[in-house]
């Protein structure tokens, strides 16, 4: 199967930065889209950013030009780099591979606080 192992979470302060980091392994093939989602307590997981596997990308409004989605050149690693956070950033973000079923990483916990 395919195992998604996620990294870069944690606490950090509003108008700062924080990059999260998702490896796939396993049997995945194909040049699959990846992707963040994320989910607040008491909200909907939302959609954060997706990256398709020829680099296209695409964001939700609330983080255009603060958040930006890479992948490596093998495209088994998907990265999230966030700036300028804000308090409703705050949300447990989840990493996916978008195929003909989905992959979800465990979930890490992003805290914006000062």
């Known amino acids: 199967q395919v195992q998604l192992v996620e990294s870069g979470g944690g606490l950090v302060q509003p108008g700062g930065s924080l990059r999260l980091s998702c490896a796939a392994s396993?049997?995945?093939?194909?040049?699959?889209?990846m992707g963040w989602y994320r989910q607040a307590p008491g909200k909907q997981r939302e959609l954060v950013a997706v990256i398709t596997g020829g680099g296209y990308t695409n964001y939700a409004d609330s983080v255009k030009e603060r958040f930006t989605i890479s992948r490596d050149n093998a495209k088994s690693t998907v990265h999230l780099q966030m700036n300028s956070l804000k308090f409703e950033d705050t949300a447990v973000y989840y990493c996916?591979?978008?195929?003909?079923?989905?992959?979800w990483g465990q979930g890490t916990q992003v805290t914006v606080s000062s």
């Open positions: 396993g049997s995945i093939r194909g040049r699959y889209s």
């Open positions: 996916v591979v978008i195929g003909p079923r989905n992959y």
